[in-house]
């Protein structure tokens, strides 16, 4: 393989070029352009440079990354012949995807002849120290947006109306609409570049997009909405010397009953499906979350990096068929595969190790429908429904005969068993034992306030009822 020596052009006219490039591409037989749409190339042409552009690669080309690709695979090519100069707009290590796969391709050596990148072009036209915070954002590839803190954003590639418009509701998810944004096009070109503030919703409005222009923004606090972070800093200055004295005398424990609360008012609203509660609820449960972790903080225990690293690394290790290369056929594998982790992470010999951990602090109800649930994975489990049924109906009869027999001292134990026996019911088809109680008293206080309702509006007391009418009216409410 012969020589690859890259160029980079530089963002602007011949004026913003190294004098190590200029040099280059004077003493090449040839240059290949990535693309003949620069400033630099009228004057290239005026000194008598020969060049050959792959402009006609983006007609042939479904995707960008398709286009790039076959560029990248020609000077592989090419390069069987004779060396090659390469030259692109810029600065050949800034958003210069051709570079990066040559880098992969080409296993001969490589010549990078450096150029101004048009980053140099913009942070001199508007005054912006990257040296405080600056991000390149690529508009051809939005990625979710991380937590910004105070960095300047380089959104670059923003070719037209469409891309701005994806930009636009990218940017949404952290800036108000009125927050300002800076449309720079042919950043270093000084008969052409044009700066233009206007605020994010008129964003893809502007009617001049070109392949030279980049939309900037400067973050103002006050026009963007708080991300976690932003809570995190809240919650630290509650707790401060100077916050709220309620907030300061929290700990651990004063705070278990509000995340309980918050906990199952979550789970009312998935149960109501209310979409909008749901997303305050969720908000009201993080903040307990943040709450504990900064007393973690201030304590020298752990603190909300430690908390978010944590459960990653733990999402990360229980799924090998995702960010790993072993293959589950299904959900069902998914889950023993997962066990089978959680197992020997906590060095779970037993089945019954494992039950133990479960919390007495959760529900009754629920705690003995997961513990039915793991148990009934090891083989303890009623074969049918009918069979689980038939244990329950036992269940009952026993609790039945203490009561004719008036052992009362023996009450909480057997009409626990039939809680137990109800939910190995449950679990055997297939019904949350939590929520069908829960439904089950929602019908119950239903029924009751309208058997009320009906004998106030009489001016009767429910109390001077006897049984049989109770249950007549009950059974039509």
């Known amino acids: 393989m012969y020589e690859l020596t890259v160029v980079g052009l530089g963002p602007g006219d011949l004026s913003y070029m ?33 060049f050959e552009s792959y402009d006609d690669y983006y007609e042939r080309g479904d995707t960008f990354d398709d286009v790039y690709a076959a560029i990248a695979d020609d000077i592989v090519e ?3 012949d004779g ?70 954003l380089v959104c670059i590639q923003c070719y037209d109306a469409v891309v701005a418009s994806e930009l636009k509701i990218w940017l949404s998810r952290v800036f108000l609409d009125e927050h300002p944004v800076v449309v720079v096009q042919s950043a270093g070109i000084a008969a052409r570049q044009k700066i233009v503030e206007m605020p994010l919703y008129e964003l893809d409005r502007y009617a001049h997009f070109d392949h030279l222009t980049s939309v900037i923004v400067k973050p103002q606090r006050q026009l963007m909405r708080y991300q976690v972070a932003g809570l995190l800093n809240i919650v630290a200055e509650l707790r401060s010397e100077n916050g709220c004295p309620w907030d300061r005398e929290q700990d651990h424990l004063s705070l278990k009953q509000n995340l309980l609360e918050e906990a199952y ?18 908000g009201d449960l993080l903040l307990q979350v943040v709450f504990h972790a900064q007393i973690a903080r201030e304590n020298g225990d752990f603190d909300m990096t430690d908390v978010t690293d944590g459960i990653s690394q733990k999402l990360v290790r229980r799924h090998p068929h995702v960010f790993g290369d072993l293959a589950l056929a299904d959900s069902d594998a998914v889950i023993d595969n997962w066990e089978k982790i959680k197992r020997a992470e906590k060095q779970h010999e037993t089945t019954g190790d494992v039950i133990k951990k479960y919390s007495k602090a959760l529900p009754a109800l629920f705690r003995c429908h997961e513990v039915i649930k793991k148990a009934a994975k090891a083989g303890a489990a ?25 052992d009362a001292a023996n009450y909480e134990q057997l009409l626990g068993a039939v809680y137990l026996a109800a939910c190995g019911v449950a679990r055997r088809v297939e019904v949350a034992s939590e929520l069908s109680l829960h439904k089950a008293v929602d019908g119950y206080v239903a029924r009751f306030s309208e058997l009320e309702r009906r004998y106030l509006e009489q001016k009767s007391d429910l109390k001077s009822l006897d049984v049989a009418t109770i249950r007549k009216v009950w059974q039509k409410s």
């Not at 609203?269 to 749901?278: A, K, P, Q, R, V």
């Not at 074969?383 to 004719?404: C, D, M, N, W, Y």
């Open 78 to 80: 090419r390069l069987a």
């Open 83 to 152: 060396a090659v100069v390469y030259a692109v707009p810029g600065n050949p290590f800034v958003a210069e995807r051709t570079v990066e796969l040559l880098a992969e391709r080409h296993r001969g050596d490589v010549r990078y002849v450096h150029g101004s990148s048009f980053i140099d072009a913009v942070i001199t036209a508007l005054g912006i120290d990257p040296v405080g915070g600056m991000r390149i954002v690529n508009s051809l590839d939005l990625k979710p947006f991380e937590q910004l803190n105070d960095d300047v």
């Open 18 to 50: 190294t004098q190590q490039a200029l040099a280059a591409l004077k003493s090449a037989d040839k240059v290949l352009l990535r693309t003949a749409r620069h400033p630099v190339v009228d004057e290239l042409a005026a000194l008598g440079i020969p």
């Open 265 to 282: 008012e979550v789970a009312e609203t998935l149960e109501n499906e209310d979409i909008f509660g749901l997303e305050e609820e969720l």
């Open 382 to 406: 009623w074969p049918t429904g009918e069979a689980a049924l038939a244990h329950l109906q036992q269940s009952v009869e026993r609790l039945a005969e203490a009561i004719k027999r008036g």
